[in-house]
């Protein structure tokens, strides 16, 4: 399934605006450790990472060195990778050795980063609001929907997270949603034809060649076997 390009590159816009608001930049430590409500996690995050994307002028210019350093080190604890990874995979992720597991997330890691770097520069000029929602501190799973106003129509941004007792905050993201089109579906939907055409490790060889193309080759087209 071929994402609509205007969807795409929201998807690409709207992951860059969760990597960095997963890094709480400028956060007590004691502040991060708290646990949240999910939505005042998710307008706290995302209200930093507004800030800061007019800050970081590397990022804005798609340094790839420099956006893999703000992975490693701010965007793990708050960013379930291992579940999104898995999700993205399917139901050949039960199969997979633990080591066929770790090439898997790294990749998907790299894929994401080297995908969304270029879409940095869009975020300039953008407000978001909160929507109302329900939830019960029994919850373990919710949806945070957002909307996003910037250039053009505004963006239907929704964050399903997880409660992760251990993460900061009290949440985990896991998926978002960009006008309709849930992220980790749509990979799902890209690395299920290579994975039954190939295995397991022919979607691992298919995601490092891809990751060897340029940024902005990685992020004109969709993973192929």
């Excluded at 997330?105 to 000029?125: C, D, G, I, P, W």
Aim: charged content about 25%.
């Amino acid at each position: 399934m071929r994402t609509p390009w205007n969807s795409l590159r929201a998807l690409r816009w709207a992951m860059w605006l969760v990597l960095w608001a997963v890094c709480g930049w400028g956060l007590p430590a004691w502040a991060r450790a708290a646990v949240e409500a999910p939505d005042a996690l998710v307008e706290r995050i995302t209200q930093e990472a507004l800030d800061a994307m007019q800050q970081d002028k590397a990022v804005q210019a798609g340094d790839i060195s420099r956006i893999t350093e703000i992975l490693d080190q701010k965007v793990m604890p708050y960013l379930h990778f291992r579940r999104m990874t898995a999700s993205a995979v399917g139901p050949a992720w039960r199969k997979a050795t633990e080591e066929q597991r770790q090439k898997l997330e790294a990749e998907f890691k790299l894929l994401l980063v080297r995908t969304y770097a270029n879409a940095m520069s869009q975020a300039k000029n953008v407000t978001f609001t909160i929507k109302p929602m329900r939830s019960t501190p029994q919850d373990q799973e919710v949806t945070v929907r957002t909307l996003v106003r910037g250039a053009g129509e505004p963006i239907q941004l929704d964050y399903r997270l997880e409660k992760a007792p251990d993460a900061p905050g009290g949440w985990k993201i896991f998926n978002l949603n960009v006008l309709g089109i849930w992220l980790v579906d749509t990979y799902r939907s890209q690395f299920a034809p290579i994975v039954n055409a190939k295995g397991v490790d022919g979607l691992v060889l298919t995601l490092i060649e891809r990751n060897k193309a340029t940024p902005a080759q990685a992020a004109s087209r969709p993973a192929k076997g």
